[in-house]
């Protein structure tokens, strides 16, 4: 029995139940043989073994009360997994599949991401299986506060610093911090994503797509190319796929999809970012209204998705960019991709890509950036937020986004220096793994058996 299969074992018997956190976990543990089977330090200190069992795992109960008088319930998450490199760091998602495996899954990959930034920073991950689609501003506000109630006693700027996610934006987190500033009466940068009246960043807001897009470029500079005039599929239609559909304008690209829980939008001349905006502000807005203004774009209902896959990755493009959400991305979807010319893959989103598809995207020899990789731009500017916070300073976008450059470059290097020392060159899920594993690890041996 292999040591990989080992460990498997043993976290399906201590974790149960839990496919999205094994997918995560067994994704890093494949990378890692080469690296395993040279430095028998690793398997003396337990490195793996400590490293896939979170410090510590929060769960309470929410209540709170609807705008009827009712008293609803909703479970709490906060997953602390490691604090080796510094303070926990990682978001908030309210959205009602939370459950215990997907935040974990998550905490275990904000762990390597946060370690590939080469900033101080630890890992972690939280949330609620709260949905805020349909609720009022006052029943948002409501649960907010009896969530922090709670999670106020774990949380502190140099301890456990959370930021936004799927369903925690400005609103959320302005709702979030004002209820644990009121109890514990300080003004501290114990939570990010916060707006700019509150000690938010500039560009906070922006950095996870940005940071996609600037990874994808890095990573097409060093073939000898660019994003200069290539296709690009994008999915989603939230914060990270609207601001990667931006920057990838600015840097030459034309992005021609989006797509939310109704369908996916194409128009071939190029997404009307305006337009789309103006759709996604509004309450009843729907990606189907695009037409409206654009004849030429066309609107496929997620009724008409291929079977066992997506239909926005069925589209011919040059570059993908799943930005929605965990596993949209099949091994069936991943075909196609190839099938239409698709020469990269790029994850804006935590694990959106199955492992069957990722195996056979990198089977095929197309580039294939991971998201713990490609999506880093968020955390990474999250920490220049506690950095601005601990400093009574803010910077300018020009700062920001200067450093947000260096940041992705930096994270783009270690993966595929990583590679090409593992004989593996443009592999680049191998080297982001390693390069964040060996980080972390080291660490940990250097501070003992805690």
């Known amino acids: 029995m292999t040591y990989i299969h080992t460990i498997m074992e043993r976290l399906q018997h201590s974790s149960p ?38 410090e510590r795992q929060i769960m309470f109960r929410v209540c709170w009360m609807d705008d009827d008088g009712q008293v609803q319930v909703n479970k709490g998450y906060r997953v602390e997994f490691s604090s080796t490199l510094g303070p926990y760091k990682g978001g908030l998602r309210f959205h009602p599949s939370v459950n215990g495996s997907i935040i974990k899954f998550l905490g275990f990959e904000q762990v390597f991401k946060n370690a590939l930034t080469g900033l101080p920073l630890g890992g972690g991950k939280g949330g609620a299986n709260f949905n805020p689609k349909g609720k009022s501003d006052a029943e948002i ?15 502190g700027p140099t301890t456990d610093v959370p930021a936004g996610d799927i369903g925690v934006g400005s609103r959320e987190v302005g709702y979030l911090f004002g209820q644990y500033k009121k109890l514990v009466n300080r003004f501290d940068g114990v939570i990010t994503g916060k707006s700019l009246n509150n000690g938010g960043s500039l560009l906070r807001t922006e950095a996870t797509g940005y940071g996609c897009a600037y990874f994808a470029n890095y990573m097409l500079e060093d073939q000898k190319t660019g994003l200069d005039g290539k296709t690009c599929l994008v999915s989603g239609a939230g914060n990270v796929a609207l601001h990667t559909i931006e920057k990838l304008y600015q840097l030459g690209a034309i992005p021609v999809s989006c797509s939310d829980s109704s369908g996916t939008l194409y128009h071939a001349d190029g ?24 004849s030429k774009a066309r609107f496929i209902a997620k009724e ?7 239909a926005i990755w069925h589209l011919p493009c040059d570059l993908a960019f799943p930005c929605a959400t965990q596993n949209e991305l099949t091994e069936t979807d991943a ?76 994270i783009y290097t270690r993966s595929h220096e990583a590679a090409a020392e593992f004989n593996q060159p443009g592999n680049l899920l191998l080297g982001a793994n390693i390069a964040g594993f060996r980080r972390l690890a080291d660490a940990m041996i250097e501070q003992g058996v805690v």
């Open 304 to 310: 008409d998705n291929p079977k066992d896959g997506h």
């Open 141 to 155: 506000m409501r649960f907010c506060q009896a969530f922090m109630n709670e999670l106020y006693r774990h949380i």
């Open 335 to 410: 075909k196609a991709l190839l099938d239409n010319g698709c020469q990269a893959v790029i994850e804006g989103a935590n694990m959106p890509c199955t492992s069957k598809a990722v195996q056979q995207i990198i089977q095929a020899k197309k580039l294939f950036a991971p998201g713990k990789a490609a999506n880093a731009g968020g955390v990474a500017t999250s920490q220049l937020e506690m950095a601005q916070n601990a400093s009574m300073q803010r910077w300018s976008s020009d700062e920001v986004d200067e450093k947000l450059k260096d940041i992705m470059c930096g």
């Open 271 to 294: 997404i009307d970012l305006d337009c789309l905006r103006q759709l996604k502000s509004s309450s009843d807005g729907h990606l189907q209204d695009y037409l409206s203004e654009h």
């Open 17 to 54: 139940a839990q496919t999205e956190f094994y997918q995560a976990v067994e994704e890093v543990l494949q990378s890692l043989d080469p690296l395993l089977e040279n430095y028998d330090r690793y398997h003396r200190h337990a490195i793996i073994e400590r490293m896939v069992e979170p």
